[in-house]
């Protein structure tokens, strides 16, 4: 599985970052999110499962790939 993230949907609001800090973090200057790892190992799965459920710009996607 392979995570995606739409980073001009981002608003910065760090959710993603709270679910799944193993694989998600934020830009220091805009709080933008990004990927720490694209292809995260099988027990981070869930939290990036939680992070694509609440992530209020619906900026993260899961791709089964
Ligand atoms: S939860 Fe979504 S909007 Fe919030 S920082 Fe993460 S990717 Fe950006």
Do not use: H
Request: proline letters at 8%.
């Amino acid at each position: 599985m392979r995570v995606e993230l739409d980073e001009p949907k981002c608003v910065a609001s760090g959710q993603c970052v709270m679910a799944a800090p193993e694989v998600f973090d934020q830009r220091d200057e805009d709080g933008i999110a990004f990927l720490l790892v694209e292809k995260p190992p099988a027990d981070s799965l869930d939290d990036v499962r939680e992070a694509v459920a609440i992530c209020p710009a619906a900026a993260i996607r899961l791709v089964d790939q």
